[in-house]
């Protein structure tokens, strides 16, 4: 045997401590690392839930507007179904301030300034039609919507009425000497983009940007067409400054970031570091190297949209304006942001880490290195039959030594007892190898419903699977047309179809009382086959055909199978028979299944069948010839039989105790023993369970013990007992166990 040298171990273990520390140094990292993932998408989120405030609290500023101007717009229109019949007190007060011009220069009594807007035009009053003058009064009748507007929109600075018709009304109210109509005003947006050709379908719309010519800065106009009936009249409109929007986005995330307000054209309306003027532009307020359109991005999701040169924006489309609300921020990168959650946390840490490993390092050594190699030196020499010099160890290790000296002991005492236990098993492999008959017993309920079809399927797969097995199909009662079907001689008392089975004739049972013929039948089929397929076609009374004739056969059977009639739509004689047949069949013993074989393709059932063989065109009546399983019926009798052929339990009983009674985690060997037995069976199952065993040197032990369970077929039974043997006797050794309980059948084997 090779000699163990200290470096052996030392190598392994610094080796073991160097992976140790760079594996927590991975994980730490990756944990620092998801930390910081996790705090970057939390202030993401927090970051867009405030986007998203702060851009609908924009958003319902913009609606004040858009409410007054639509009430405005309706009150307005709706003046004109029912106009004034005497003029106002305004109308009166009118007088003329130039050359074919006039105006509201003075305020007659009661009103005040604060009250009326100045409505100044061309034209002589004297003179007005009728139309012009009703018009006239209902520019007067918007005064106080104009005055509750200047009052209600903070940021507003002019509301005014501009008329097709050579005059404006405009609040609040200032002499004509400082503002009076002119024709340059149609030239204006606000009145330009309110006309029939530009906006057909009398919408609110906005205008540029622009400087007031009375000095209260940069502002933009919201302004809707007036029309009476189908007529376009003029405008109605708000002038409001920027301000009050400058104020909105720079208390958004002071220091962090940029957010601005444009409009369709790509005009910055707002933006927190830059003070507008009507030339002020988007373009000019994005960050150097980000790649944004000029005019504003998509504003399709409200989400965080990354740009190069390490730059983030997410943007808002008002749903009351065209403009956009966007805001744009330098990123942190990846390293920063880690360095930037820890500090100086992680390099102490690190350091840290360190000298623990250090000392843990010389502590495991001398606690555990030193007795392990030595340990390993006197299971070398006990593996040998030789002696270990003593050594001094640590005094917990002492009491592995002794036990591993009485080990090996009764290992050598048990060498003799497992020979012997060896021809036991021998003889359990013999017994293992006999055979259980396999009964299948096809029911139709009417003829033409391919019973026989199906049954011949039946025998013909058994025959190919158990080519050593005799198999057996019969028609009971006897069928007198069978031999027609099939072809044969009726004198025939058993018929060798090619496809490998016997066919059953031969009913001569003697003079025997009606309800015992069908089990002398079945003790005269059974000592001759192993594998049996019987049709019985149902006639008469349903309950007493089947107390008679079948009940006697159930005791054998291990599936029943239901041919479903195609005429059975609503399945009210499947049910009856099913019902009938459960009272007499256990169903740990006996499975029953219901199969529709389909006479054609539209077949239409209000039941659930088990197994439906599909419509098989040209299908070739079971003759004397050899025959193929079409593939959709092999399908569903292969299934049927695969299941009947597994009926046979093995069950490994895991113990989770090792030298007798020290508990121990056992869940390696039960994840083991169960890909074994799924290896050799086809799948395994586990439990748990508590049971107690008497021990030779410690009495009762009581112990939880975990089950493992496979189901297979009787010839993987035989062709794998031998090797589930052998696994027991290793997991026996390795567990340390006295003995391992093994289960086939329901039957216990100590091992």
Same mark, same amino acid.
């Given at each position: ?20 520390? $760079? ?13 910081? +993932? ?17 851009? +609908? ?43 074919? &011009? ?15 807007? !100045? ?31 200047? #009052? ?66 940069? =502002? ?21 400054? *920027? ?15 940029? *957010? ?56 808002? #489309? ?19 942001? +880690? ?50 010099? !003593? ?21 050598? !005492? ?31 309920? &009417? ?44 004198? &025939? ?28 039948? =079945?003790?005269?089929?059974?000592? #001759? ?33 239901? =041919? ?42 209000? =039941? ?29 009798? !292969? ?39 799924? &290896? ?26 975990? $089950? ?27 567990? #340390? ?6 289960? +086939? ?7």
């Amino acid at each position: 045997m090779e000699k163990f040298e200290t470096r052996q171990f030392t190598t392994r273990y610094n080796k073991i401590m160097l992976y140790t520390f $760079l594996a927590v140094l991975l994980v730490s990292a990756l944990l620092i690392s998801i930390q910081a +993932i996790s705090e970057a998408k939390y202030k993401n989120n927090q970051l867009i839930e405030q986007f998203k405030t702060e851009s +609908i609290a924009i958003d319902n500023l913009i609606v004040r507007v858009t409410v007054l101007l639509d009430s405005m717009q309706n009150n307005a229109q709706d003046f004109f179904l029912n106009p004034r019949p005497t003029s106002s007190i305004y109308f009166n007060g009118l007088s003329a301030i130039g050359v074919s &011009e006039y105006g509201l220069d003075n305020i007659p009594s009661p009103y005040a300034i604060k009250d009326a807007g !100045n409505l100044t035009g061309k034209g002589n009053v004297a003179e007005f039609t009728d139309d012009l003058k009703n018009e006239i009064e209902m520019a007067f009748s918007l005064n106080s919507a104009f005055k509750s507007t200047l #009052q209600s929109v903070p940021n507003a600075a002019w509301v005014y009425y501009t008329s097709k018709n050579e005059f404006i009304n405009i609040y609040p109210w200032v002499p004509s000497s400082d503002f009076k109509f002119t024709n340059k005003l149609y030239k204006k947006e606000f009145y330009t983009l309110g006309v029939p050709e530009v906006n057909p379908n009398r919408d609110i719309f906005w205008t540029s940007v622009y400087l007031d010519e009375a000095g209260k800065g940069t =502002m933009v106009t919201a302004a809707k067409p007036i029309y009476r009936n189908n007529e376009f009249l003029g405008t109605v409109a708000i002038d409001f400054t *920027l301000e009050e929007l400058g104020n909105y986005v720079k208390e958004f995330r002071p220091g962090l970031g940029e *957010l601005s307000i444009i409009n369709s054209s790509g005009q910055l309306l707002a933006h927190t570091n830059i003070t507008l003027t009507d030339s002020s532009v988007f373009k000019s307020a994005i960050p150097e190297g980000a790649n944004i359109d000029a005019k504003g991005p998509s504003c399709d999701d409200l989400k965080l949209i990354q740009l190069n040169q390490g730059y983030q924006y997410i943007c808002y #489309q008002l749903k009351n304006a065209p403009w956009k609300v966007i805001y744009i921020e330098k990123t942190q990168s990846f390293v920063s942001s +880690i360095f930037s959650s820890i500090g100086t946390v992680f390099i102490v840490l690190l350091a840290s880490l360190a000298i623990l490993l250090y000392f843990i390092k010389k502590i495991t050594f001398r606690e555990f290195i030193y007795p392990a190699e030595s340990l390993v030196r006197h299971i070398s020499r006990e593996g040998v039959g030789g002696k270990t010099p !003593n050594r001094v160890v640590p005094s917990a290790w002492v009491p592995w030594f002794s036990t591993i000296s009485e080990t090996f002991q009764q290992n050598r !005492n048990l060498i003799n007892e497992i020979k012997q236990k060896n021809t036991e098993l021998t003889d359990l492999n013999i017994a293992l190898e006999r055979y259980m008959p396999k009964f299948i017993l096809v029911v139709s309920l &009417e003829q033409h419903c391919g019973a026989t079809t199906i049954g011949s399927y039946f025998a013909g797969s058994l025959a190919k699977n158990h080519n050593d097995k005799k198999t057996v199909y019969m028609e009971y009662p006897a069928n007198s047309l069978m031999s027609t079907e099939f072809g044969y001689d009726q004198s &025939e008392r058993v018929h060798k179809h090619p496809n490998g089975f016997d066919i059953w004739n031969d009913f001569d049972l003697g003079e025997v009382p009606e309800g015992a013929a069908s089990s002398l039948l =079945m003790t005269k089929i059974l000592n #001759q086959y192993a594998n049996i397929v019987m049709h019985a076609r149902v006639e008469g009374d349903i309950d007493h055909f089947i107390d008679v004739h079948l009940e006697p056969l159930f005791r054998y059977t291990k599936a029943i199978v239901i =041919m479903v009639p195609n005429t059975d739509r609503l399945g009210e004689k499947t049910a009856a028979v099913v019902k009938s047949i459960q009272r007499h069949v256990r169903q740990d013993q006996t499975t029953l299944y219901t199969i529709l074989n389909r006479a054609n393709e539209n077949i239409d059932l209000d =039941m659930r069948v088990n197994f439906d063989v599909p419509y098989i065109a040209d299908l070739p009546p079971v003759t004397r010839a050899a025959f193929n399983i079409p593939l959709p019926a092999a399908k569903v009798i !292969n299934d049927i039989v695969e299941r009947i052929e597994r009926v046979h339990q093995i069950c490994i009983f895991i113990p989770t105790t090792i030298n007798i009674d020290q508990p121990f985690d056992s869940t390696i060997y039960v994840n083991r023993t169960m890909v074994f037995l799924g &290896e050799k069976f086809g799948g395994a199952t586990s439990s748990q369970a508590r049971g107690v065993w008497n021990s030779d040197d410690s009495g009762i032990v009581n112990e939880v013990v975990h $089950l493992v369970v496979s189901y297979t077929t009787e010839d993987d039974l035989n062709r794998f007992a031998n090797e589930v043997i052998e696994f027991i006797k290793l997991l026996k050794t390795e567990l #340390q166990q006295e003995a391992m309980a093994l289960e +086939i059948n329901k039957k216990m084997i100590l091992v």
